[in-house]
């Protein structure tokens, strides 16, 4: 199993990326997708997750109506669309994965299989 992200960058702020999570060895119908970003010096902090098996998508309030996850199955890769990026969404960015279901916003400890980061840096 692999994951690998891309598309992180500086921006400044209200600007957009988007970030891909390339993932191989398994596959979107048995596992789901988790976004995670930590900050320095603050815990690694769970703001999405996309279970393309049952079409669905999570968010947590802090990245809620500006972040979008997807799924492109036959690329196996899952997208995260980010918005109006504020200085405070600094951090790096990671993808992981857990085997079933996503059943509310991902929380580290529940996902197995993790990629390597992707730096995001807003500016003011």
């Known amino acids: 199993v692999q994951l690998v992200e891309s598309g992180g960058g500086l921006v400044q702020a209200g600007g957009s990326l988007r970030l891909s999570c390339a993932a191989s060895?398994?596959?979107?119908?048995?596992?789901?997708i988790g976004w995670f970003r930590q900050a320095p010096g603050k815990e690694r902090e769970g703001i999405s997750a996309?279970?393309?098996?049952?079409?669905?998508?999570i968010y947590a309030d802090s990245v809620q109506g500006r972040f979008t996850v997807s799924s492109d199955n036959a690329k196996n890769t899952v997208y995260l669309q980010m918005n109006s990026l504020k200085p405070e969404d600094t951090a790096v960015y990671y993808c992981?994965?857990?085997?079933?279901?996503?059943?509310?916003?991902?929380?580290?400890?529940?996902?197995?299989?993790w990629g390597q980061g992707t730096q995001v840096t807003v500016s003011s």
């Open positions: 996309i279970s393309s098996s049952i079409g669905s998508t």
């Open positions: 992981a994965a857990t085997r079933g279901t996503a059943q509310a916003i991902p929380t580290f400890w529940e996902y197995e299989y």
């Open positions: 060895g398994f596959s979107f119908d048995d596992y789901s």
